[in-house]
């Protein structure tokens, strides 16, 4: 079982820039698709990006268009969400997520084993 912990949201004005980080813990060798997932008040969650279990694929969530980029560093076991050119309707709170699922299901349904418990991420 692996533990996912938020960090890094804020404000930030439109068009701007924000890294989010999430930081791992426990059994981190499991082979788990890593994700980030967002979720506006009022709607359902949505898969922003997911990378593979080997760190070289990275499956992008359907509303999401080359904004986001995603990158792990397994020498400190945290994954980031780089997020360029940002936009008010971005405002979500965001997730990260562990999943042995394979990665497209994983970002397109939210299949996840760990959920940490989200970053608020305000753009205006």
């Known amino acids: 079982h692996v533990q996912l912990v938020e960090s890094g949201g804020g404000s930030v004005q439109a068009g701007g820039s924000l890294r989010v980080s999430c930081a791992l813990s426990?059994?981190?060798?499991?082979?788990?698709?890593l994700g980030w997932f967002r979720r506006v008040p009022g709607r359902e969650r949505e898969g922003v990006l997911v990378?593979?279990?080997?760190?070289?694929?990275?499956y992008y969530g359907r509303s999401i268009k080359g904004r986001f980029t995603i990158s792990q560093d397994n020498a400190k076991n945290t994954v980031y969400l780089q997020m360029d050119s940002l936009k008010p309707e971005d405002t979500a709170i965001y997730y990260c997520?562990?999943?042995?699922?394979?990665?497209?299901?994983?970002?397109?349904?939210?299949?996840?084993?760990?959920w940490g418990q989200g970053t608020q991420v305000t753009v205006s």
């Open positions: 990378i593979g279990p080997t760190g070289t694929d990275t």
């Open positions: 997520a562990a999943s042995r699922a394979s990665p497209q299901r994983v970002v397109d349904i939210g299949i996840a084993d760990s």
């Open positions: 426990g059994d981190t060798t499991s082979g788990y698709c």
